[in-house]
């Protein structure tokens, strides 16, 4: 089969578009003929290397992904062949006291598909039955790889670990990536304000667009001009994912008792901290990874079968055009995501 390799870390000329042997699924697997997947900034960081990222080599990237069952293996029950899916891409030990809790992303064993184990970026995946999640038949596979990390990591920021709420307001940072995209609609849904902060004036109106009821400029002090525009208070949720070059405005942006939540550190994960402002304060600061399988299901569901939430595509590439896909992504060319199709 095709698939987008790199044999070890380094620059986007690492990968390599060319023929792999396809995989074949054990118990309790199903396999997935991949239709199209989305890229992360995860693969960036992945096909650069990550302290303590340790994998089998050539690595197959890609941990969104949409497609249709090819085959099932043994013990299966539930699935058939032919039908339409995205992938849950966490994976856990299922036995462990947070996976009993329903905590799975909290597992001392947590893998994400395509960053620790194989993924995606290929024309078969084959994967635990327990990971899928039917989709509508007319529903697009290039809009639906676009959906699981995003939306799943989202959710469970804003929702779960930010405790949003009707009548809150939220900050939302990086208006242009795929999480931001899935944050402004769900803190929308939710019930909140929202404000929605970037770089570029294009992808600010885009955020309007998608539902941000304000936007700011990042390339400027927007922690001033939210105070003006929240009356001298901030709001109740800022979803932090820059890191280094927001950080101390992301926390002057955020009310007394509020909740910086953070997913990310796009920019650089090493901040500074006057733990005066926390205790004075009282604020929180919140970290986020993934999501457990019940807030993946409930995202997933508002997505696909309720059609409350929308997948905002960028554009889609050919899976032979990967490194102009990882060239794109890099340079932060796009709103929303980047999905190819093998």
């Known amino acids: 089969m095709k698939a987008a390799i790199f044999r070890e870390h380094g620059p986007i000329e690492n990968l390599e578009y060319t023929d792999v042997s396809a995989p074949t699924p054990g118990p309790n697997e199903v396999l997935v003929r991949v239709r199209a997947i989305a890229l992360n900034h995860l693969d960036l960081f992945v096909r650069e290397g990550m302290p303590g990222l340790k994998l089998e080599l050539p690595h197959i990237g890609g941990c969104d992904i ?48 395509g960053e620790h184990v194989r993924g995606g970026a290929a024309e078969y995946i084959a994967v635990p039955s327990a990971n899928l999640f039917r989709i509508p038949d007319d529903y697009p596979f290039e809009q639906a790889a676009a959906v ?119 920019s650089g994960p090493i901040v500074q901290l006057d733990l005066r402002q926390i205790f004075w304060k009282q604020y929180a600061i919140i970290g986020a990874t993934m999501a457990n399988r019940r807030e993946f299901n409930t995202v997933m569901r508002l997505v696909f079968w309720e059609r409350q939430l929308q997948p905002v595509v960028d554009r889609v590439l050919p899976l032979s055009e990967i490194r102009e896909a990882h060239h794109a992504l890099e340079r932060g060319e796009q709103f929303g995501k980047i999905v190819l199709t093998p």
Request: proline share 2%; charged share 25%.
């Open 66 to 113: 949409a497609g249709e069952i090819e085959a099932v293996g043994v013990a299966v029950e539930g699935w058939r062949e032919g039908e339409r899916v995205v992938i849950n891409p966490s994976l856990s030990c299922g036995m462990c006291e947070f996976c009993i809790m329903g905590e799975e992303s909290l597992c001392p064993r947590y893998q994400i598909i």
């Open 148 to 266: 699981p990390l995003v939306f799943m990591t989202a959710w469970r920021s804003l929702i779960s670990q930010g405790q949003l709420r009707a009548g809150q307001s939220a900050l939302i940072l990086g208006a242009g990536g795929g999480v931001a995209s899935a944050a402004i609609q769900i803190a929308r849904f939710a019930g909140a304000k929202v404000y929605a902060a970037s770089r570029e004036e294009s992808k600010r109106r885009q955020a309007l667009d998608l539902g941000a009821h304000e936007v700011l400029d990042s390339n400027k002090d927007f922690s001033k001009e939210l105070w003006k525009l929240t009356n001298k208070r901030g709001v109740d949720v800022v979803l932090e994912n820059v890191g280094a070059a927001t950080w101390d405005r992301a926390l002057r942006s955020v009310v007394k008792g509020g909740r910086v939540v953070v997913y990310g550190a796009t």
